[in-house]
């Protein structure tokens, strides 16, 4: 059975997106039965074109993707989410969207905060860094989840170990 992790932002243009990438490309290459889709409480509409770019560079296939609200997520005929994880920056006081659950119940619920990349300080040539940066620092917590047996953990496991990777 599929294991299904849901990435939420505010906007649903960058960090979400890019984790969701991440997630796919690389249980893709280690063959793992795991799928990640991404949205947002407010979605812009667009993905933003640097995590396009950064994605695209590092070879992670982006045709599939696009910003889209939350909700659908909480549908009947939506994918049973094992786990919903926010990206967004409550550091920096920003709102990140809550997720009540699905037709399939409560998911796991973990928090993995990223500054968002697309207000980056530089120009242009900063935003490209924060994205990359934000790329690579949510591969690598994807990396640590993706390393989990999934479909052994129940929800509390995957509680506490989406609270772990967190803390990295």
């Given at each position: 059975?599929?294991?299904?992790?849901?990435f939420?932002?505010?906007?649903?243009?960058?960090?979400?997106?890019?984790?969701?990438?991440?997630?796919?490309?690389?249980?893709?290459?280690?063959?793992?039965?795991?799928?990640?889709?991404?949205?947002?409480?407010?979605p812009?509409?667009?993905?933003?074109?640097?995590?396009?770019?950064?994605?695209?560079?590092a070879?992670?296939?982006?045709?599939?993707?696009?910003?889209?609200?939350?909700?659908?997520?909480?549908?009947?005929?939506?994918?049973?989410?094992?786990?919903?994880?926010?990206?967004?920056?409550r550091?920096?006081?920003?709102?990140?969207?809550?997720f009540?659950?699905?037709?399939?119940?409560?998911?796991?619920?973990g928090?993995?905060?990223?500054?968002?990349?697309?207000?980056?300080?530089?120009g242009?040539?900063?935003?490209?860094?924060?994205?990359?940066?934000?790329?690579?620092?949510?591969?690598?917590?994807?990396?640590?989840?993706?390393?989990?047996?999934?479909?052994?953990?129940?929800?509390?496991?995957?509680?506490?170990?989406?609270?772990?990777?967190?803390?990295?």
């Amino acid at each position: 059975m599929t294991t299904h992790v849901l990435f939420l932002c505010t906007h649903n243009s960058a960090r979400s997106v890019l984790a969701e990438a991440m997630l796919n490309h690389w249980a893709g290459r280690l063959g793992l039965d795991v799928q990640a889709h991404s949205a947002g409480s407010a979605p812009s509409g667009r993905v933003h074109p640097c995590a396009l770019e950064v994605l695209g560079q590092a070879g992670i296939d982006t045709a599939a993707l696009n910003s889209k609200r939350w909700d659908g997520f909480a549908a009947d005929g939506a994918p049973p989410l094992s786990a919903v994880v926010t990206v967004c920056d409550r550091a920096a006081a920003e709102s990140c969207p809550v997720f009540f659950g699905g037709p399939a119940g409560q998911p796991a619920k973990g928090h993995w905060g990223y500054p968002d990349p697309s207000l980056a300080e530089g120009g242009e040539a900063g935003r490209r860094r924060a994205f990359e940066l934000t790329r690579q620092a949510l591969g690598y917590r994807v990396l640590q989840l993706l390393a989990l047996p999934l479909q052994r953990l129940d929800r509390a496991g995957l509680q506490a170990a989406l609270d772990a990777i967190g803390r990295t």
